[in-house]
């Protein structure tokens, strides 16, 4: 049994020690201030790793003044791309569902249409007659050169050229206006009569398909028929839409960096403004404002609610640390920086905070290291009783 007298610390201690909490981690606290409590919390490395107290440089930063403004997230316009037929025919495959991920050109569906048939076959028919009226204007030029027959008719055959090559040049927009590549254009000499009535339906992007709106053996094109075939969406880089009221509009501009965070998740990201409405919502007053975020891991769904800070004023702290190495004793803030021998408890005083970061206008150096996690354990140490107690 302890005796009567034995100090009030030594006591705490022992039982703290008894039950594995300061022991193993914090060493003994150096000789007391004259109200009692430790100056220094004296530690080790070890007990230092042990204790997984992680440390940080105190140092400069910029710190910024942040609006904070609702949002959701929508698909990037420019990103969205309505895959539609410029031609009748109807839905022969279907190489892509719903979810699917497709690159740029990839094949989407394949229809059989008439339009496409004659198209191609009218190509092929002008692509043979010009070029047999070619060599049929080169022997005429090179027979008048040699003065065997007249001009006139040399003439002739160059005019009927150039109308062939005109008809054939036709042809070849013609089928390009439908959707035909030159790939496939160069490939129509050799390709079998079957495929003559195909026609490929291309993504004009890469990214996934959002929407699919036709079946096989649909009936798709002009005449009140459905047009769209798919709906692509590439979600490498989204939209953050705000609404900022007309008081804090003058304190936005393209350009802002804006940092988005949904409400239980730590993670955020990092956009930037890139449009900021000159006109005002009727009813709520707010005008609309767009950020650009990248979204390289498809983590932020549109649809979804965020919250912004956009950064309406930025200036450089001479000194800065994370504001998880900030603890409150007594009513005043304070910061454990590194010595010698562990721990000592500095009183700061405290400028803007931005984000994990925030001031530090006095009491600490650019240079100090202090403790950034489990400080409160260290707090604990230092705020035990002393002997007197």
Same mark, same amino acid.
């Given at each position: 049994?302890?005796?009567?007298?034995?100090?009030?610390?030594? &006591?705490?201690?022992?039982?703290? /020690?008894?039950?594995?909490?300061?022991?193993?981690?914090?060493?003994?606290?150096?000789?007391?201030?004259?109200?009692?409590?430790?100056?220094?919390?004296?530690?080790?490395?070890?007990?230092?790793?042990?204790?997984?107290?992680?440390?940080?440089? /105190? !140092?400069?930063?910029?710190?910024?003044?942040?609006?904070?403004?609702? =949002?959701? &997230?929508?698909?990037?316009?420019?990103?969205?791309?309505?895959?539609?037929?410029?031609?009748?025919?109807?839905?022969?495959?279907?190489?892509? %569902?719903?979810?699917?991920?497709?690159?740029?050109?990839?094949?989407?569906?394949?229809?059989?249409?008439?339009?496409?048939?004659?198209?191609?076959?009218?190509? #092929?028919?002008?692509?043979?007659?010009?070029?047999?009226?070619?060599?049929?204007?080169?022997?005429?030029?090179?027979?008048?050169?040699?003065?065997?027959?007249?001009?006139?008719?040399?003439?002739?055959?160059?005019?009927?050229?150039?109308?062939?090559?005109?008809?054939? =040049?036709? /042809?070849?927009?013609? #089928?390009?206006?439908? *959707?035909?590549?030159?790939?496939?254009?160069? *490939?129509?000499?050799?390709?079998?009569? =079957?495929?003559?009535?195909?026609? %490929?339906?291309?993504?004009?992007?890469?990214?996934?398909?959002?929407?699919?709106?036709?079946?096989? !053996?649909?009936?798709? !094109?002009?005449? %009140?028929?459905?047009?769209?075939?798919?709906?692509?969406?590439?979600?490498?880089? +989204?939209?953050?839409?705000?609404?900022?009221?007309?008081? @804090?509009?003058?304190?936005?501009?393209?350009?802002?960096?804006?940092?988005?965070? +949904?409400?239980?998740?730590?993670?955020?990201?990092?956009?930037?403004?890139?449009?900021?409405?000159?006109?005002?919502?009727?009813?709520?007053?707010?005008?609309? +404002?767009? /950020?650009?975020?990248?979204?390289? @891991?498809?983590?932020?769904?549109? !649809?979804?609610?965020?919250?912004?800070?956009?950064?309406?004023?930025?200036?450089?702290?001479?000194?800065?640390?994370?504001?998880?190495?900030?603890?409150?004793? @007594?009513?005043?803030?304070?910061?454990?920086?590194?010595?010698?021998?562990?721990?000592?408890?500095?009183?700061?005083?405290?400028?803007?905070?931005?984000?994990?970061?925030?001031?530090?206008?006095?009491?600490?150096?650019? =240079?100090?290291?202090?403790?950034?996690? %489990?400080?409160?354990? #260290?707090?604990?140490?230092?705020?035990?009783?002393?002997?007197?107690?």
């Amino acid at each position: 049994m302890p005796s009567a007298n034995r100090p009030a610390t030594a &006591i705490l201690s022992a039982l703290l /020690a008894a039950i594995g909490v300061i022991s193993p981690v914090l060493a003994q606290s150096a000789p007391a201030r004259p109200d009692g409590k430790p100056a220094v919390i004296v530690m080790d490395d070890e007990r230092i790793k042990l204790a997984e107290i992680e440390m940080r440089q /105190a !140092g400069p930063a910029p710190m910024a003044r942040r609006l904070t403004v609702p =949002g959701t &997230i929508v698909p990037d316009a420019g990103r969205v791309a309505h895959v539609s037929v410029k031609l009748s025919g109807t839905v022969a495959e279907l190489r892509k %569902n719903i979810g699917d991920d497709v690159v740029k050109d990839e094949v989407l569906a394949i229809l059989e249409s008439r339009e496409v048939a004659d198209a191609k076959s009218e190509y #092929l028919a002008a692509r043979l007659s010009n070029e047999l009226q070619q060599e049929l204007t080169a022997r005429d030029k090179a027979i008048w050169e040699g003065r065997a027959i007249p001009e006139q008719q040399y003439i002739k055959s160059r005019n009927a050229a150039a109308q062939t090559e005109m008809r054939f =040049g036709i /042809a070849r927009q013609k #089928l390009m206006a439908l *959707g035909v590549t030159d790939t496939e254009i160069a *490939g129509l000499p050799q390709a079998p009569d =079957g495929t003559l009535r195909s026609q %490929n339906i291309r993504a004009p992007i890469s990214g996934r398909v959002a929407e699919r709106k036709v079946e096989p !053996g649909i009936a798709v !094109g002009r005449d %009140n028929l459905e047009t769209e075939l798919f709906v692509i969406v590439d979600l490498s880089r +989204v939209w953050v839409e705000l609404a900022v009221s007309s008081n @804090d509009l003058p304190l936005v501009k393209e350009g802002q960096p804006v940092d988005v965070a +949904v409400r239980g998740v730590p993670e955020t990201g990092v956009g930037k403004i890139v449009f900021v409405s000159p006109l005002l919502d009727k009813e709520t007053r707010a005008a609309r +404002v767009v /950020a650009s975020l990248p979204n390289p @891991d498809g983590g932020w769904r549109p !649809g979804s609610f965020v919250t912004a800070a956009i950064a309406v004023e930025r200036r450089d702290a001479a000194v800065a640390v994370p504001f998880a190495a900030v603890q409150t004793i @007594d009513g005043r803030k304070v910061v454990f920086v590194r010595t010698k021998q562990g721990f000592e408890k500095r009183e700061v005083a405290l400028g803007r905070r931005d984000g994990p970061l925030v001031e530090v206008v006095s009491g600490l150096a650019s =240079g100090d290291t202090v403790a950034t996690s %489990n400080t409160f354990s #260290l707090k604990a140490e230092l705020s035990k009783p002393g002997d007197e107690d």
